[in-house]
């Protein structure tokens, strides 16, 4: 048998390309210039009207306009996105389906700019996002709203700091102070020079039998010795004070990488797949979730944060929150771990969340009680949700909007009942098939043949040539444009491109 | 240190339930006399199934197995608390068949597996493989057994050697088994893996040099090598994409069809099982909730939890509705089942009965079973 001469011939895995080290050498010497000019373009200082963009459509809040993202690697660059286009509307979900290797992750990685640096870089495109930020006046400060009295004069109050620990005494039924004998350490009664047992005022003491203190709190003097006042600021349900907001749109492609701090966690928040490597497991659950609302608001006290963190833990139907709020992450299951990724989320109130496979860790049961969760979070918080998974059950369920990706472009995008009652692209329509439903009886299933492609220089087809079964003559020619089949849903192939409709029945398919 | 602090974390929760509970007609309930006597029946129950004659129609046949782990022990070496992975299941299953297992993770599916198979030494039961009680066999005994059953992993990425060629993992159970003459091993092993839709010229290559696809297609070659009669499938589709599970779902079934194989199908995800078995068995908490054909046990779910797990399924079409059972709290630990019915705690149905005595293991249409009291206990 002459085994060994057929070697990549028609073989599924012939597309890995195995270089030498000079072509390596000249690959790596030609992405390091790119690299190094795209870093220190993300350091670079820049004005805030450099970045300062307008909508499209101002019901969106999240426009992505031609993304290509690509990783330099030393075998060639890798297009893991490679011009996408969609947009999340207001209040609404999201969906990206593809499976592994479709650039789903990289995308949503791409909108909080976590790409890893310096071989993963955003080389083109535009992500503008409608965040709702602190009106700054000319230093960079967040405005304050103040709190007026009726007749709109501004109200004065005097501030406090606290000085030293007071005992708290423990008194009878009438207010009067108890006395009891003092006890020595070796537990007998202390007598003073006469031989009279010592009285000791009785203290509060705790469950735990520990004294009870208090801080002491006095009124803040200036050097003159007069009060010092402070105007009050208007403060929400949680005590934290309130500043002036205004909407404003961030180019989020062109922001410094110092500037995303700005939106990072306070507008935009993500979940991410493996809550037991996101959650450190070093730090409390308490500590964590404070974390966030002590970076991202300003002026905000630690019993503050205590305040909202156990009202948010609440919020995501966690019982006993205070009890998980001291605990450490490997105390606490997946379920609940994801749970408090999902409060952590929260804390900072944003108006986008980045659910990236937020049950594909979890059991099918667990997984129903989370989607359950951001179903109803959702309308309590009226934000938005760009939900990833490779699930066409959870986006089903989930998402207004569906976005199918194949080999880092996107193939088909729709409503959820376009998508599911008319998938169009051979892919979606494979993807459909090949799951085994509860309520199905076929004998085989579908299969689409192959594998996803390694994106690494792609020809310029359609990259779903090699698997599709409706595979035409066109298709050997360029990438096929997206095509407009109805007001909400496009799709990219050369079966539905005008001239070919016209030609013959496409549903024959 | 992590078990005590979350068993702790799950007592206080039990007590708030309790607390909310009150006390009801079983408050001077001797739950540990009551259990004792419980457990007397169940062993004489064993004891007398344990002297009937073995199925002759079934391939497999399992009887009251269990299989505890030792988690603490005392200096002299006794168990001080067990792990209960595998809780006195029992299970006939026929040539040609195959039985899917579902739950959810924790719940000793694979342990289930594993220990059909003898990778664990069973604790107690009786597993008959056509006809002869392999339970107690040693390892030499089992050996020549070892051609009639197999096993196909869940991660393909971890479960090939990375340091031989494909030819060499394909042909290695070959040459110890002595299956054919080593002559004939290359063209033997050839055709196994154009069964599998591997190419001829992946002979010589290695395992980090394919998808996770194609390494599935390896494992199940592998499996195929020794002509087994039972194929043990470990949640084999779970680390794969959606379009290669098809693929590689089409291919066990192809083989089946072609080969007579039995499968063991281990698998969480419901609609998988639902595709590829003719029966199947719901665990929970290392004991056999449901078991039935597939049609009964789809078409009427008995079980509170397997309807629950039915219903989380999603369905992949936006305009269906579901009236979803949505489960509260978690999986408990195995370390520490609760009493009476394990899945009391969980149970949208749950009756003061269920957290005080476990409900019997019972046959209620011809083949399906179920354990549960929302159902008649007597005879």
């Not at chain 2, 068993?7 to 007590?15: A, G, M």
């Not at chain 2, 893996?193 to 395992?207: A, F, I, S, T």
Request: net charge negative; proline share 6%; aromatic share 8%.
């Amino acid at each position: 048998m002459n085994l060994f001469k057929k070697k990549g011939e028609g073989s599924e895995t012939s597309d890995k390309h195995y270089l030498s080290g000079k072509e390596i050498r000249a690959i790596a010497k030609e992405n390091n210039k790119v690299m190094r000019r795209l870093e220190k373009y993300k350091r670079r200082k820049a004005p805030e009207s450099e970045f300062v963009t307008e909508m499209k459509d101002p019901g969106n809040i999240l426009e992505v306009e031609n993304l290509h993202s690509y990783f330099f690697t030393d075998q060639g660059v890798v297009k893991a996105v490679n011009g996408v286009s969609f947009n999340v509307p207001q209040g609404s979900v999201v969906g990206i389906v593809g499976e592994s290797g479709c650039g789903k992750s990289v995308t949503s990685m791409s909108i909080m700019r976590l790409l890893q640096g310096p071989t993963g870089q955003i080389c083109e495109g535009a992500i503008r996002f409608k965040s709702f930020d602190f009106k700054l006046d000319e230093k960079g400060k967040p405005i304050p709203i103040w709190e007026d009295d009726e007749n709109g004069n501004p109200i004065y109050d005097e501030v406090y700091v606290k000085k030293g620990k007071v005992p708290v005494w423990e008194d009878d039924e009438n207010g009067n102070p108890i006395y009891d004998p003092a006890v020595g350490k070796s537990g007998e009664a202390v007598l003073d020079e006469e031989g009279n047992p010592v009285l000791e005022r009785r203290q509060k003491r705790d469950e735990k039998g520990r004294k009870v203190f208090e801080r002491e709190v006095a009124v803040k003097l200036d050097k003159a010795g007069n009060p010092v006042l402070e105007r009050r600021q208007k403060r929400d349900e949680y005590g934290t004070k309130l500043y002036e907001m205004e909407e404003k749109v961030f180019d989020i492609a062109q922001m410094p990488t110092k500037e995303m701090y700005r939106l990072r966690g306070r507008q935009i928040a993500m979940i991410f797949q493996e809550p037991m490597t996101s959650l450190n497991p070093v730090f409390t659950i308490g500590n964590q979730l404070d974390e966030v609302t002590l970076l991202h608001v300003p002026g905000a006290t630690k019993e503050e944060a205590k305040r909202r963190s156990i009202e948010m833990l609440n919020l995501v139907g966690i019982a006993m929150p205070e009890r998980v709020y001291a605990s450490y992450p490997h105390e606490l299951s997946g379920g609940m771990r994801q749970r408090v990724m999902i409060a952590m989320a929260l804390e900072g109130n944003p108006r986008l969340i980045i659910a990236d496979e937020p049950t594909t860790a979890l059991d099918v049961t667990i997984q129903a009680q989370i989607l359950d969760l951001l179903r109803g979070l959702k309308d309590r918080i009226n934000g938005s949700i760009l939900l990833i998974t490779h699930d066409l059950g959870v986006i089903a369920e989930m998402a207004d909007f569906v976005v199918v990706m194949y080999a880092g472009r996107i193939i088909e995008q729709g409503t959820a009942s376009e998508i599911f009652h008319h998938p169009m692209h051979p892919y979606t329509i494979g993807l459909q098939k090949s799951k085994p439903t509860m309520d199905s009886e076929a004998d085989s299933l579908f299969n689409i043949p192959g594998n996803v492609p390694n994106p690494i220089e792609m020809p310029n087809y359609c990259y779903f040539r090699e698997r599709c079964s409706g595979c035409k003559e066109k298709c050997f020619g360029d990438y096929p444009e997206m095509v407009q089949v109805s007001p909400t849903h496009w799709v990219a192939c050369h079966l539905y491109s005008p001239d070919e409709r016209a030609k013959e029945d496409v549903n024959e398919y | 240190m992590s078990i005590k602090k979350q068993e702790s974390y799950q007592e206080t929760l039990d007590k708030e339930e309790a607390k909310r509970e009150g006390v009801g007609e079983y408050a001077d309930f001797n739950d540990a006399e009551e259990a004792a006597k419980e457990q007397a029946a169940r062993d004489q129950r064993a004891l007398e199934d344990r002297q009937l004659p073995p199925d002759p129609d079934a391939l497999l046949e399992v009887r009251h197995l269990k299989k505890y782990f030792s988690l603490k022990k005392t200096v002299t070496g006794k168990t001080t608390l067990w792990l209960r992975a595998v809780d006195d299941v029992s299970f006939k299953l026929k040539a040609g068949e195959t039985l899917g297992i579902v739950g959810e993770s924790g719940c000793g599916k694979t342990t289930l597996g594993r220990t059909i198979l003898k990778l664990h030494q069973p604790t107690d039961g009786q597993i008959f493989f056509e006809g002869q009680d392999i339970a107690k066999y040693k390892p030499a005994q089992m050996r020549p057994l070892r051609t009639q059953m197999q096993i196909i992993f869940q991660d393909p990425y971890s479960s090939l050697p990375p340091r031989s060629t494909v030819g060499g993992i394909l042909s290695e159970p070959v040459k110890v088994h002595k299956i054919v003459p080593n002559d004939e091993i290359k063209d033997y092993v050839l055709k196994i893996m154009e069964q599998c839709g591997l190419r001829d010229y992946y002979y010589e290559r290695y395992p980090h040099e394919f998808s996770g696809g194609q390494r599935q297609r390896i494992c199940i070659a592998r499996a195929l090598t020794v002509n087994p009669k039972l194929v043990v499938c470990d949640e084999p589709v779970s680390a794969l994409d959606v379009s290669i599970q098809a693929q590689i779902i089409n291919l066990l079934k192809k083989l089946q069809n072609t080969m007579g194989f039995t499968y063991l199908f281990i698998s969480h995800d419901l609609s998988v099982v639902k595709h590829i078995s003719d029966q199947i068995g719901v665990m929970y908490l290392g004991s056999m909730v449901e078991f039935g054909d597939k049609k009964s046990i789809f078409t009427n779910p008995l079980h509170p939890y397997t309807q629950a797990l039915f219903s989380a399924v999603p369905n992949p079409n936006p305009d269906v509705k579901m009236n979803r059972i949505v489960l509260k709290g978690d999986i408990p630990s195995p370390a520490n089942p609760p009493k009476g019915c394990k899945f009391h705690t969980r149970c949208p149905r749950a009756m003061e009965i269920c957290s005080h005595i476990a409900p019997v293991y019972k046959e209620y249409e011809p083949g399906h079973f179920a354990a549960c009291h929302c159902y008649p206990q007597e005879d």
